[in-house]
């Protein structure tokens, strides 16, 4: 069986992982950049700072995925590994996260509107579902922390109202809430700060998160690497993918790991399939200050912060310096700080101001004191970066995989599968693993189908 991979992100490498392991050799990997990694590369600027497409936080729900982790890095300095410190910047001051289990650190006003809220909830009908993450944040959190953390600051990391979006990837990503524990951590003035499965990470000494990709790409067969190879049709009845080299190559399966609406576009499918199905995603701008100088005290070992309040455009901030001191060229005299701001249909962004509009914003939030620190920025744009679990999500996708599926086409990965709740890297990795268990011994595609069961099984044996 011939297998064909589009796309050198972690989904694609994942599959050639597992390939190469099996000890096949009838594959080909094509990526259309100059380099592997996807979202997951990492960039050196012309005054060699490091950056990130956004901060990027290695974790895992996989042995498997450890293992391989394990074996890399090797030539280039191996690992560091952190504390997860993870901070709310809201009411001009930092509260720890998960915010919900830290309400006491707030102004004492909006300290009861939240706990009110809280209050309020443990009395409301458990019989009627949330239909929408709307109306999920009001019956989790109460009305309290919905006003003044929770909408706010959803509508900036996603770019949609509320109401469009599902709840089914929750389970893992936002913590929940416990009165009892909330009212625990007020009396003993506790910080509870390790809820979830990334509150120890690693990160690459040298290189970025993408030193990650490019490690495991050094120790796959080169000659079925194929970069600067991008798809630019496909027959799926003929099984015949078309380069914008004019090249083409033939398959019996193919891995599809580009957004699976830039799939259906340059495919020729039967209807009801031809025209790309309807869902939503958001774009995703970063934006890089390189800075002279150490960081303040306050910031000294923050990892990220959060930003629900309109004071900024960003909702993310990543002390970037402080992942690894390599990610600047002299540690001891430069820091980083890195920001994602969001942007749909629903919340457009000014990209001609964006940059500025960052700086102003790390001014008027005090992660910079004056513009004298600044050295330089950094830029970089993703039209597709988050795919949005909106509501009807998966009445809209799944039909098309199965119909895919029936034509020797898998889709995966982050954009590929369009499933946030398994869009981190150890998920799309694992989905390119799996994809290939699938081929060769009909294994089960976990994290595909059964997120909720992933997101469960942690090798320490925690839950998320
Ligand atoms: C702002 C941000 C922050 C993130 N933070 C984290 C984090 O902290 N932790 C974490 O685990 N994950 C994080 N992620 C997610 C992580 O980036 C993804 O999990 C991962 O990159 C997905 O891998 P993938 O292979 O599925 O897709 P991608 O990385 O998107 O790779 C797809 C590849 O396909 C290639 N391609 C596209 N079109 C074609 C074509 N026509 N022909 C050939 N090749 C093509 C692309 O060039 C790309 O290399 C973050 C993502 C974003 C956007």
Redesign the pocket.
Known sequence: MRILI???????LGAAWRLAEQGNEDWLL????DH?????ASFQDTDGFVWD???????SHYTYFDNVMNSLLKDSGGWLVHNREAWVWMQERFVPYPLQNNIHKLPKNVYWECLNGIIDIQNQSKQTKPENFAEWVNKTFGKGLARCFFNPYNFKVWAYPLEQMGISWVGERVAPVDLKQVLHNAVFQNEDTLWGPNSTFRFPKNGGTGAIWNSLAAQLPSEKLHLN????AVDIHKRVVTFSTGESETYDALLN??PLT?FVK?AELDEPFAKPPSLKYSS?H?VGLALKGNPPEELASKCWIYFPEGSCPFYRCTVFSNYSPNNVPHGDTQWSLMF?VSESDEKRVDSSAVIEDVIQGALNTGLISDRASLDHTWYRF?RK??PTPSVNRDRNSTPLQVYLEKNGVYS?????AWKYEV??????FM?GVEFVNHLIASGEELTLWYPEIVNNLHPSGRKG
């Open positions: 589009l796309g050198g992100g972690p989904a694609g094509c990526e259309a950049d592997f990694g996807g979202l997951s497409f956004g901060g990027h936080v290695l974790f190879k991008r798809a630019v790991t580009m830039d340059m995703t970063v994602e993703e970066g988050y995966r990965g982050r954009l590929g869009g981190n890297m150890d998920h799309s989905q």
